[in-house]
């Protein structure tokens, strides 16, 4: 998946059609806008915005990233040796590495230097990162600006991104059973909910996707990369205006259309995710027959014949997971990706919700006792599918 202005690609293109795609805007600082005064951030504007022209000398950023130099990191990857790589997106190629003077175990992202907006993602990524702080975010522990050299260093996450787990599974590896599923969605809800709602101004986060949600021990679920993140509107504004810019099947429509950014641009764009950790498809997927390649428009008539969400389950789940929990899930998904943004829930909803249901802890083996008592189209069954055939309201699950 990748960055697009304009139109889609596909997924084995990836970092060199990105790095074209790539763009940002910053004539005016965003960060010029970020009260000083708030508790969860770390530096003041001015100092954001005076350090923002310094990036590429050897300036403190803010008070939490450190500075690495380009040496220390070469000798923490052991000269970005081939071992060491984790993976390689938009910006350039990941490394696992190791701080020498700390013994800590990181991963460094390399910018890709014939990127054309790198610099720019850079400097976002840096400001954003150093200025938040949520159990729900990666932490940036600090970047390197040597020269014309540009690098990130990241907390390590050690089970990789949920793209990973969901789509690009490796042979062998466990599948994700309902509960993780949940927590990973509820957790990744809580970091766009602190974005959205505790960030003054609010952050509009603009690429919400599996690739971009980090796991971390127990499937504890972080959001990563910043460089597309706008500050949301202030005062009566209900918009902020931008080039469209996002990741193709992710995107809000109305976004799309009219490059009008809202904090319900990223409400649509989770719901996508949702969408994907239930149902174990891709939001665009090439390979699927016409009419099933965009994970929405394939969903969107199931959602409204009941007797159909069944089929929406992850094969994986190979049938365990709550039945009631799927359904509520699914109303939750199919709230966020609705066509007009004012009818999609707040992301503080969407929390209390996931909430919940990742509070409902399925166990398999009951399940498996009761379905070998009932046939599955027992009148038990239907009965229980008849009773969640309504619609589900989000203040009844609070
Ligand atoms: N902090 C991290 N810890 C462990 N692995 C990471 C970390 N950050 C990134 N990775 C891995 O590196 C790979 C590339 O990540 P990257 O964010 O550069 O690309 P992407 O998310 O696939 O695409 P995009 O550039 O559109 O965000 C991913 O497979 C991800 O799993
Ligand atoms: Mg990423």
Redesign the pocket.
Known sequence: ???FPCSGRSHKS??KV?KKKKNLELQESPLDRIKPSSENLKISSSLASKEASKIGGSNHISESAQIFTFRELAAATRNFRAECF?????????Y?GRLEATDQV??I?QLDRNGLQGNREFLVEVLMLSLLHHPNL?NLIGYCADGDQRLLV????????L??HLH?ILPGKKQLDWNTRMKIAAGAAKGLEYLHNQADPPVIYR?L?C??I?LGEGYYP?L??F?LAKLGPVGDNTHVSTRVMG?YGYCAPEYARTGQLTVKSDVYSFGVVLLEIITGRRAIDSSKPQGEQNLVTWARPLFKDRTKIWQMADPLLQGQYPPRGLYQVLAIGAMCVQEQPHLRPAIADVVTALTYLASQKHDPDKQRDQSSRQSPCSPQVKGRAKKLNRKVDLREIE
Do not use: I
Not at 86 to 94: M, P, S, T
Not at 154 to 161: D, H, T
């Open positions: 998946m990748g960055w990836k970092a990105m984790l993976g390689e997106g938009g910006f350039g190629r990941v696992k990181v991963a992202k990666v990241y907390e390590y996450m050690p089970l990789g991104s793209e990973d690009d690429d996707k690739s971009n980090l972080k990563s990369d460089g990741t």
